[in-house]
C-alpha cells in the first residue's frame, strides 16, 4: 500500500516537472518612440536576449535582462538607432529553473533564424555559451555575454577553435567580463601583495574552472617568489579534507587558495580547516565561491560557518563602474529596484550592439545589418564607450577591460549573517601579468 | 597493504582467531609507520565510519544475497536524523559538562540508531520483502530505486546544499602523543566503532536471534522447517544493518558538522567496496575492509595523490574480484551471516 503510494507521488512529481519546463517568452521593448525618426520610419531591428530567467536563477538573470531592456529603451526613447527602432526577443534559457545547455541552443538558433535579429546579449553561463557559440558562429550573428568567464569560449590555447568551428577566424563572440586565467593570477597578487603571504597551499575540485584557475595561481604565486607546497585535488565527492590538510599542516602554509565552486567543496574544506586547527590561516577563491551572504542555501559562507571568516574571493568584472550613480539612479527609476551584479554589464554589451548599429546603419542595407554589426563590434580597433568604461574587444573576442574586484569576507556584515565585502580592484592590463596595483579605493 | 598477511589465512580461519588478530596487529603497525600518528588518527576514524556502513551490506547480502544499494542512502538519512534531533533539543555548539554529554550522545544513539533501524525494517517489508522469491535482478533494481527515493526525500526537506549540523562535541578537547594532536572525538568515534562491531559479533555468534541468522543465511528452507521465523530474522538483520548505519551517520554529524542528501551514494559505494574486500556476507571482513579503505584514502592525500584515490579504491576492487573473488578473509555466509 504505501510502496503504491510513494510510487504514485513519483509518477506526480516526474509529471509535475515536465510541465515546467520552460518556454521562450517574446516581448517587445516596453518603452514606444516618442514621434522620433525611426518611429516615422518604421524600420526596425530586433536584438536578442538570452539569460536564465525563471527558477532558482531569476535573481541572476532577470536584473541581467532589465540591463538591456533599459540601454534599449532610454535608445528608443532619444529616436531610435542609425533609423531604426529597437525591438527585444527575450528567451530563457532555464529548464526546471537551473540554466541549461540544449535549451540555450534552441532559443539562439530560433534568434538565428530570425533576419531582424542583429545582436544577441547572452547567455549568462559558460556551458551555455559553449553550446551556442558554434550555433552563432556558423550564422555569423554577434553575441555579447555580460558574465562568461571560461577561458575556453574565446582563447585558442583553451580549445576555443573547437567551439568555433565553423569560422574559427570570424569571430561572432564577445564578452565584457574578463576570464578565469586572470582571476588565478589576480588571487596570486592579492595573496602575495595584499596579505603578504608566502607559503601557500592549493586544492583544485579536479573540474575544469576549478583546476584551471588553480593552475594560474600556482604559476603566478611562484612567479612572484612565493612557495606552493603542495597542490593536491580533492574530486567533487570528496567529503573528509582533514588527511590532505594534515598532510600540510607541518610545512606552516599561511594561505590555502581553493580553485572550484562551493559546491564542489569550497565551503566544507573551509569549514574542515577549522577542524583541524588550521582555521586561523587566510583562505581564498576565485569568483566559485563569492556567491553571497551567510542566510543564502548553499553559499560558501553558510556552508562554512563561523570559519567563513578571513577569506577572500575574487569577481571577474569591475565593481566600480564610471558614473555608477547616474546608472543606479535610471535602473531605479525605471524598475524601482536597484541593480544587479550583471545589469551594467549587460547594459554595456547593448551599447556595444547599438554603437555598432549606428555606425553602418548609414551605408549598409538592412538586410547586410547583421553581418555589418558583427564585424564592427568584432574589430579590435573599434572602441565602444560604455557604462563599464571605454573597451574594445582583442581578435578572440575579450574584452581590453582586465578589471578583477576583490573581496573578503566579513562575518559581521548584513547584520551578522555574514556577507563578501568590496575591498579594491585591479587591471590587470593587456598582458595580464604584474600590473602595477592600482586601487581605485 | 594492510591486509597483505590476510591474505595467507585459510577461508575460514581454522587456525583460530589468533593468527587474525595477530595479522592486524601487524597492519596497524605498517600504516602507523607509513603514515605517522596523525594521519593515523585520521584513518582510524573515516575507516571507522567506513566500517559501520559495511557491516549492514555485509549482513543483508549474507542472509538473503541481495546488494541492498539504499543502504549507503540509509546512512545519509542518519546523518540527518542525528542533525535534525540536536538541532529540535536545542543544542547549537560543544557541550562541556562531560555528564550532560554522555547522556546526550546516550540518547542521542538510542534515538537515531532506532529510527534509523526501523527505516530499514519499513524498507524490507514494503519494498524488498514482495520481492523475496522473485528472480534476483528485481529487488536489485529496487534497491537502486529506493535509493533514489530516499536522496529525494532528503533534498525535499533539507534541500541540496550542505546543511549544517550542530556538533556538541567539542573539537577543541585534544591531547598530545607522539608528537600528534588527537581529538577526543576521533578517539570516541573509534571506540564507540569497535564495541559496536563486538557486540554484533557477540549477537550473532551468542544469542538465539543470532543463531536463527545463522542458519537462515544458510538454507533458509531448513531454517523454517526447524521452526526459525524467516521474515522475522531478516527484518531484524535489516533492523541492526541500519542501525550501525545510523551510527555512522552519526559519527559522521558530529564529526564533520554537516550533511547533504547524497553523501551517502559516495560513501555507500566505498563501503561496499569493503563489503566486497573483506568477504561479502563476511561481518570482520567488512569491518576491516571499512578501514583499508579508509587507510587507502588517508595514504593517497598523504603522499599527493588524492586526486587519484577513487582510481585506488576502484583498482584494487577489481584486482580483488578477479583474483580472489570471495573477499581477503573469504565468505563466510554460514559461519558468521
Known sequence: MQTRRIGALAVVAVILTGACSSAATTAPASAAAPGGS???????????????????????????????????????????????????????DAVNGVHNPQQGATNVQSLVADPSVIGVVGPFNSNVGAAEIPITNQAGLLQCSPANTNPGLTKPQYGALQIRKAFPNRINYIRV??????????????????LGKRRAYVVDDTETYGKGL????????????????????????????????????????????????????GGLLRKQMAQVGMGNLAFGGGDGIVDGPGNVQGSFIKVAGAAAANSFGTIAATHDIPNASAFADAYQKAYGEQPGAYSASAYACTQVILQALQAVAGNTPQSGLREAVRAYATNPSNKFNTQLGTISFDQNGDTSQHIISFYKTDMSADGGVGNWVFVRQQDFGTSGSSASPAASQ | MQMQRSIQLPARLEGGPYRLIGAIAVSLVVAYVLVGPQQFSNFLTIGAIYALIALGYTMVYGIIELINFAHGDIFGLGAFVALWLLTMGGFNGAINNPVELAVVLVALFLLTMGIMGLVGVAIERFAYRPLRNAPRLAPLITAIGVSFILENIMQAFFGPSPVNSPQIFTLNARFDIAGASIGYLNVFIVLVAVALMIGLQLFVGRTRLGRAMRSTAQDREAAELMGVNIDQTIAITFFIGSALAGAGGIVWALYFGYAVFNQGFYAGLFAFTAAVLGGIGNTTGAALGGFFIGFVYVAAAQFGYSRWFEVFIFGILVLVLVFRPTGLLGQQLGERA
Not at chain 1, 532589465?66 to 527602432?85: E, I, P, R, S
Not at chain 1, 567580463?177 to 595584499?194: C, M, N, S, V
Not at chain 1, 565527492?237 to 572550484?260: E, I, M, R
Open chain 1, 177 to 194: 567580463a574578463t576570464t578565469d586565467d586572470i582571476q588565478g593570477l589576480a588571487g596570486a597578487e592579492f595573496a602575495y601583495k595584499d
Open chain 1, 214 to 265: 588553480a593552475d594560474v595561481f600556482v604559476k603566478q604565486f611562484t612567479a612572484l617568489g612565493g612557495t606552493v607546497i603542495k597542490e593536491d585535488g580533492a574530486p567533487a565527492t570528496t567529503t573528509d579534507y582533514t588527511p590532505l590538510l594534515t598532510a600540510v599542516q607541518g610545512q606552516n602554509p599561511d594561505v590555502v587558495y581553493f580553485g572550484g565552486v562551493t559546491a564542489t567543496g
Open chain 1, 38 to 92: 525611426a518611429a516615422a520610419s518604421g524600420k526596425t531591428v530586433t536584438i536578442g536576449v538570452d539569460l536564465p530567467l525563471s527558477g532558482g536563477e531569476f535573481a541572476n538573470g532577470d536584473p541581467t535582462k532589465k540591463g538591456v531592456q533599459l540601454a534599449v529603451d532610454q535608445a528608443n526613447a532619444n529616436g531610435g538607432v542609425g533609423g531604426y527602432k529597437i525591438l527585444l526577443s527575450i528567451k530563457d
